[in-house]
């Protein structure tokens, strides 16, 4: 449970973190040639999708815990959980475009999914350079 909990609030802080991010993102590219306002309800809306996003992508990484699982199959558990939550959160709150049509969407869910395995990947990345000092240090032991 206290793992949960963990995971938890550290999907609060991701999901905080990116829409923060992605928030000054849109603020640069609109520049001082536009305006970037949301009603107080959008805004909330916006902020509590984007935690529970970030909760949808980090409490499903405690599969990688089961050691019976293959790793690839633990991938496809975790990043399948995130991103489904990720799509209907995406849907309720108007970033997939819809409006303009099927190849748009198409083009936001693969930009989506790059980004979540780019995050996915780093993560893999730091892990696994932890596991090889872990080794290397009882190693030297």
Known sequence: MKKIIKLTLGGVAWGCTMFTIIGIIIALIIGNSGSFMMSTSDYIKQALLSIIIGIGF????????????????????HMGIGFTIYMICAYIAGWVPTSLGAGAVILSIAFWILISLAIWFLFYMYYKKEAENINKKLKDN
């Open 58 to 77: 980090t409490v499903p990484s405690i599969i990688y815990e089961n050691e019976n699982i293959s790793k690839f199959l633990q991938f496809i558990i």
